[in-house]
């Protein structure tokens, strides 16, 4: 009998010890879901009116609705008035931007504040904050070559050369498509400018550690260093461009509950 009782006691005992672990780790989850996590970073993707980009942010808290933060940022750049082309009279050319001139990337740096419109409620929804930044934007060009037909006197033979496009003697019937990408990679030009941004974030989950959002805003590049992208049309300096991104992140402190 005295061996039962003691089973029962050490049975009772580790019950109560393991219900009593599981409380403490079910009330540090509420506890760490409830308190203000200082630091965040997030990465993300965007689609723009002209092109595609990533994106790294990272900052903390400077109140508890508005956050100091700083972004890295790459994009692409292309011109609404291409139009992609193919020479007719031969089956096997590859299509090629007629009248570009140069491929373009945006790099940014920059920094700026998110504050927070509207906090999501403790069981989850939607969390609205504005966001603005503004900073440091490099345009790098790099010079479009196309393959160009040369043919003999005759007009009975011709040989095909990589070449770097020229408007002035490259046309629809002598271009016989777009060439390597690398070719002209030593000739890159760079165009320092600034940046403007500006824009709402959407955050969804329930989570508060987990960061999912999607954001729309609004991009102004200017470079004092125009950038020639299309044949026969004038130079830009200034760039807009309306963007939708998503982001993907995490929220912590840096001592504490993580």
């Known amino acids: 009998m005295k061996k039962v009782i003691i089973a029962l006691s050490l049975l009772l005992f580790t019950a109560t010890s393991y219900f ?33 980009g990533l994106k790294f942010r990272k900052g903390h808290n400077v109140t508890a609705l508005r956050q100091f933060m ?42 700026g504040q998110q504050q927070i419109l509207n906090r999501k409620p403790y069981w989850g929804g939607v969390q609205l904050s504005w966001i603005y930044y503004g900073g440091f934007s490099l345009a790098v060009t790099k010079p479009v070559y196309l393959y160009i037909i040369h043919f003999n006197n005759g007009f009975t033979d011709y040989e095909v050369r990589e070449e770097k496009y020229n408007p002035e003697i490259h046309f629809v019937d002598n271009i016989y498509g777009r060439g390597s990408f690398l070719a002209g990679i030593t000739k890159v030009g760079l165009h320092p400018g600034v940046y403007i941004k500006t824009g709402l974030d959407f955050e969804f989950g329930v989570k508060n550690r987990q960061i999912n959002a999607l954001e729309v805003g609004a991009i102004f590049d200017y470079s004092p260093i125009p950038v020639a992208i299309m044949a026969y049309n004038p130079k830009q300096s200034f760039f807009l461009t309306l963007y939708l991104s998503v982001m993907f992140g995490k929220r912590y402190n840096r001592y504490g509950i993580k």
Do not use: C
Not at 30 to 37: A, D, G, H, N, P
Not at 38 to 45: N, T
Not at 81 to 110: A, T
């Open 20 to 52: 009593a672990s599981g409380q403490s780790e079910s009330r540090l989850d509420s506890i760490s879901e409830k308190v203000l996590l200082e630091k965040q970073w997030s990465i993300g993707a965007l689609l723009h009116t002209n092109g595609w």
């Open 70 to 111: 700083w972004e890295i940022e790459f994009s692409t750049y292309k011109s609404s008035k291409e139009v992609r082309s193919i020479n007719p009279y031969f089956s096997d050319s590859r299509s090629y931007f007629y009248g570009k001139l140069n491929y373009v990337w945006f790099f940014r740096g920059g920094v």
